[in-house]
């Protein structure tokens, strides 16, 4: 009979969003899609991260920022939203914060406004539709 000598991992992975202290990295999620935004929000949940606030366009996720700062490890921002879009929300927050880690969520052929986030000072982009696996792999690049 297998017993848990043989599965010595199995349940001791740190969640990745789980910082070297303990502590879970804080997220605010900013996508005008309520369908994005819980996708995201259950990826990261499931991995331990802790989702500290959700907004559904540029200026509300603007606002939130400055509310929760400095306690705002990464935003993940959606490019097209009503009121303030996505690139400009970003330049707003990094002109309020330089250190501000935020990775933008594209819808595809948009890679004029992704580049632009980029020199802007966005620390990575996700093509939609969401992949787990892909979230992870660039949210993960964009915190550490
Ligand atoms: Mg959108």
Redesign the pocket.
Known sequence: MKNKQDFPNINERTPEGQKPDGSKYRVLIV???MFVTKQISQILTSEGFDVIGTASDGQEGLDMYKEQYPNVDLVTM?I??PKMDGVTALEKIIEFDKDASVIMISALGKQDLVKKSLLIGAKNYIVKPLDRAKVLERILMSIK
Do not use: I
């Open positions: 996508d005008d899609s959606d097209t939203m």
